[in-house]
């Protein structure tokens, strides 16, 4: 599949010989932030309104990006994230508009209810306001098929639910989408997410998402639950904050063989650009990542930093 990238190098380095890890656009997938409104100027991470998406997409294609990783939230709210499950959605939309300015450009989701909740949560409650892993997951099952018909080529839940991988794929070779990748997203709890939440309002009701996100000083459950996902369907992980799983980026190099893709968050983003808009540190700590093993990085700078790399 054109886009997402994978290219599978000689391992190890010796004396006479060495393996460059030199950054480019393709290395690269971008990240949209979609809204029915506008409200650019108010807001703490770029967005975009799914009319702005065809030009955006030819800029990217024009610099050498062919994946984008879209991020969709709608204006109508409810516990059960309904929106989320109903065509025409603002992500099914965003999806059909990449698709429409570049049949080739590789499109990645993200399913999961946090930006469709009243709540703000990944997850729906039952009565007793606990979460509800068996309703969640089929309301993620059903979020995925939509994406898939609409046009989506790599589906990501992100809930960081057990069970939810498995279900998500379940779902999607019962529609008759086999060929539809599933990418989870492996998620450390980080106070880099900020942005993101304020941005596509899901900020969490509870304060936090601790219970489903991996703990930090726990390297080993974030190695388990990647294991996990694999052996539910997954084909390829998603780790986040890219900046902080550099450890278990390596470790799973060595353990699995599926793409990896270090996700460069909100806050990553906010830190490392300085006040002039100059994103140097960004592009170093890119090439680290492509020398840890990354298949791909997924970042907001794409756009920026391809013209630069071109």
Known sequence: MSGFVIEHGVSGLTATSEKFSTLRPSDLTMVFLVREDIEAGTLPMPTLTVRDIGSAVKDLAANGVGAVKVFATGDRRDAQGSVARTRNNVMTRAIQEIKAADASMTVLTETCLCSYTDTGECHVSDHAGVPDTAATTEAIAEQAVLQAEAGADIVGPAAMLPGSVRGVRQALDQAGRS????????????????????????????????????????????????????????????????????????????????????????????????????????????????????????????????????
């Not at 900020?203 to 539910?232: C, K, Y």
């Not at 278990?248 to 996700?263: R, Y």
């Not at 990553?268 to 990542?289: H, I, Q």
């Open 179 to 310: 060929d539809i990748r599933v990418m989870p997203h492996l998620i450390f709890d980080s106070r880099l997410y900020d942005g993101y939440r304020r941005t596509m309002d899901a900020v969490p009701a509870s304060g936090d998402r601790r219970a489903f996100q991996v703990d930090p000083q726990r390297p080993t459950r974030a190695i388990q639950a990647s294991l996990d996902f694999i052996v539910e369907g997954a084909d390829m992980l998603l780790l986040e904050p890219a900046m902080f799983c550099v450890d278990v980026l390596v470790e799973l190099k060595l353990m699995c063989d599926v793409p990896l893709a270090p996700f460069s968050v909100s806050g990553e983003y906010t830190r490392l650009t300085d006040a002039n808009g100059d994103k140097g540190l960004l592009v170093e700590l890119f090439t680290m990542l492509k020398r840890a093993g990354s298949d791909q990085i997924i970042t907001y700078a794409a756009a920026e930093l391809a013209r630069t790399l071109a």
